[in-house]
């Protein structure tokens, strides 16, 4: 059966056996280890893990490939495919008591980020994820402060999630060619607590989005809805700074400040951690 890749579902398909074993080779999967694929498209990582592990679960939403790589996978060993929309899916009630997940997947480049943050919402499930995602998301993600990179969805993830890129791939890789380079990026989650203190996150995200909103503007006009400026300055940050060069752990200082002080100017509606354009 010809499976063709839809672009409501923004598939495109690994097909270069180079750049597969690199990826598992990346993941090095053990057999006591459990892990689940987002998105598992025609099989190409599914059948070389399933190899390595013994039994893999995987998500999928386009029936056709879910049939396919069911086909493909008889007599490989045990995958276990739940169909549906994984930004719709529980994981709590999918684990279901069981050992956390090591997650891999070729994310649809249309709903990466919706899914990282839903993914952060529930990263207690979670070992680490390994994911294809577009370079430019990567390269975001991962940026300094002060780079043409760095910005929100930066300062976004970094109480959740450690980033480490690990190498890029061609469009020649997928069918069909994707427009842009895309990166294999490995996320860690810190499953307990934000790496640093965070009083209030939606505060931190309120500041996070205000700061970013016109980035040429200093924290002192940037951030007036939230903070004066001598709370700025309580924070330890220098309100003549643009947002570009104060890391996460600055951002999480003014909201500390602004979630801690009754002074002061009261935020507007803060908006929901993933609400990222």
């Known amino acids: 059966m010809k499976v063709f890749a839809r672009k409501r579902f923004g598939q495109h398909f690994l097909?270069?056996?180079?750049?597969?074993?690199?990826?598992?080779?990346?993941?090095?999967?053990?057999?006591?280890?459990?892990?689940?694929?987002i998105g598992p498209g025609l099989g190409a990582i599914t059948l070389p893990l399933l190899e390595r592990?013994?039994?893999?679960?995987?998500?999928?939403?386009?029936?056709?490939?879910?049939?396919?790589?069911?086909?493909?996978?008889?007599?490989?060993?045990?995958?276990?495919?739940?169909?549906?929309?994984?930004?719709?899916l529980d994981f709590a009630t999918l684990r279901a008591g069981g050992p956390p997940w090591r997650a891999v997947g070729n994310l649809p480049y249309n709903i990466s980020?919706?899914?990282?943050?839903?993914?952060?919402?529930?990263?207690?499930?979670?070992i680490d994820m390994h994911f294809m995602l577009q370079k430019e998301v990567v390269d975001r993600m991962a940026a300094e402060p002060g780079s043409a990179q760095y910005g929100r969805l930066t300062v976004m993830l970094a109480p959740w999630l450690a980033v480490q890129p690990l190498f890029d791939i061609g469009p020649g890789a997928f069918r069909p060619p994707p427009k842009v380079m895309s990166s294999f990026v490995r996320l860690t989650p810190h499953p307990v607590a934000p790496r640093f203190r965070l009083a209030d996150p939606r505060r931190y995200a309120a500041v996070v989005a205000a700061g970013f909103a016109q980035r040429r503007k200093t924290l002192r006009n940037a951030l007036?809805?939230?903070?004066?400026?001598?709370?700025?300055?309580?924070?330890?940050?220098?309100?003549?700074l643009r947002a570009e060069v104060v890391p996460p752990e600055g951002f999480a200082a003014l909201a500390n400040v602004a979630a801690e002080d009754r002074d002061g100017p009261r935020p507007p509606s803060a908006p929901a951690p993933g609400a990222l354009q």
């Open 15 to 37: 097909h270069d056996p180079a750049v597969i074993q690199r990826i598992v080779a990346a993941i090095d999967p053990r057999p006591t280890e459990r892990l689940i694929e």
């Open 53 to 88: 592990l013994g039994r893999l679960e995987a998500v999928e939403i386009d029936r056709d490939a879910a049939r396919r790589v069911r086909e493909a996978a008889t007599g490989r060993g045990a995958l276990e495919l739940h169909e549906g929309d994984v930004l719709e």
């Open 113 to 126: 980020t919706p899914l990282l943050f839903r993914l952060i919402e529930q990263r207690e499930h979670f």
């Open 224 to 240: 007036k809805p939230l903070l004066t400026e001598a709370q700025i300055a309580r924070a330890g940050i220098d309100p003549g």
